[in-house]
């Protein structure tokens, strides 16, 4: 989930707190962040909270000891948006390779500039300092977000990473940078620090990451001491973690009843990894989630969307209850703004700044409306000047 609840200049704010500490309060037992940046002249929507160095480690410590109330585990999520960054927000976008969206989202988001060898080098290094950080301020652990077509994913997909250096050209080099961002952050937190994942079972776009490629990535971070392999899925222009993809076949009823989006292809991944493995996307109720974990197929059953509209569901599920509140699609009745994938996030991180403030959450409020305010703000945040940390790749 991304909160967008950041200062203007990345810090965490006392809505942070309030948001986390009502969740840790909820009863959830992992608890994973929204995306936090790693990059100050690389935000993925206006309100991320940066992490570059120690300079609002006194936020963070408040921000950790209110998410880890109640013994709950508090994992920081750690992203750079690549190109899935709107146009305006910063002073330009970087990514792999400079390969465009697809057409109808080309005034949304613009063409992205290759990244440098020393640039992805000083990428993988932003990554670990920020983990560092993480556990210094008493989190209890980090996950690489290397899904929805942000950086990392973006190098994973044969569609966005054209490149032919030790970076590209096959699916070998493609899992190199996700590689390298591991392996500097363990390097950095130590051996017993937990360490995650978030990874596309697919992109769910021609071209792109496939579930063969896929499996592929997750055997190598298997292999390599990932902790945790959270599966979803999909892109800003295929989003599939909402529950739309695009070039695939109707869903088929088994799978509807299931409730879980990926649970198919976590039963894949199962069959090749003892690592723990989580799914999140398409749960409504405690027996799907129940079934999910009994299968064997996955350890933890992922939750987010319910819980920015009902923030102790947790409770709820474990006594045996059901959800007050029912998960729906968010439309504008504007066929190509309910295409993007942003509108569900600003529909919710609009739910998760009401309860950062102390006020209850609207579950039927209008999709048009919170597109408009969230037009407004992209529109009056971005183009401001930032001076960006540079880092040495050594």
Not at 49 to 66: M, N, S, Y
Not at 222 to 239: C, F, K, R, V
Not at 263 to 290: D, I, N
Not at 325 to 331: A, D, F, H, M
Request: charged letters at 25%; a positive charge; one cysteine or more.
């Amino acid at each position: 989930m991304s909160e967008a609840l950041g200062t203007r200049d990345g810090a965490p704010t006392p809505e942070l707190t309030h948001l986390y500490q009502a969740w840790a309060d909820g009863g959830i037992g992992l608890c994973i962040t929204g995306n936090v940046m790693i990059d100050h002249a690389a935000l993925g929507e206006p309100g991320n909270v940066v992490i570059e160095d120690e300079r609002d480690l006194a936020a963070l410590k408040t921000w950790a000891k209110a998410a880890t109330r109640n013994g709950t585990q508090c994992w920081v999520q750690l992203n750079h948006p690549g190109k899935q960054a709107p146009k305006g927000l910063n002073q330009e976008t970087v990514a792999p390779s400079a390969v465009p969206f697809r057409a109808d989202m080309q005034a949304f988001f613009a063409t992205p500039r290759e990244l440098s060898d020393v640039e992805v080098q000083a990428l993988v290094l932003r990554f670990a300092n920020a983990a560092a950080v993480v556990k210094k301020a008493g989190f209890s652990g980090v996950q690489i977000h290397g899904a929805h077509g942000y950086l990392v994913s973006q190098f994973l997909s044969p569609h966005h990473n054209t490149r032919t250096d030790i970076w590209g050209g096959s699916p070998e080099k493609r899992r190199r940078f996700v590689l390298e961002v591991y392996r500097a952050i363990r390097k950095k937190v130590g051996p017993k620090f937990p360490v995650g994942i978030k990874l596309n079972s697919a992109d769910f776009q021609r071209g792109g990451f496939t579930e063969e490629e896929s499996l592929d990535t997750i055997r190598a971070l298997a292999d390599a001491g990932m902790d945790l392999i959270e599966i979803s899925g999909g892109t800003y222009e295929a989003p599939a973690m909402t529950g739309v993809k695009t070039n695939q076949e109707p869903v088929k009823e088994s799978t509807r009843q299931r409730e879980a989006y990926f649970l198919e292809f976590a039963e894949k991944a199962r069959s090749t990894v003892g690592t723990p493995l989580a799914v999140t996307g398409g749960f409504r109720s405690g027996k799907g989630m129940a079934q999910a974990i009994q299968s064997g197929a996955v350890d933890m059953v992922g939750l987010a969307r319910i819980l920015a509209i009902e923030p102790d569901v947790p409770q709820r599920l474990l006594s045996g209850k059901a959800p007050v509140q029912q998960v729906k699609p968010i439309t504008t009745g504007i066929k190509a703004i309910d295409k993007m994938g942003i509108l569900e996030i600003s529909w919710y991180t609009g739910q998760l700044k009401r309860i950062g403030r102390g006020e209850a959450p609207k579950p039927n409020e209008s999709g048009l409306w919170v597109f408009a305010k969230q037009a407004w703000h992209m529109a009056t945040s971005g183009k401001k000047k930032r001076t960006p940390t540079k880092l040495r790749a050594s």
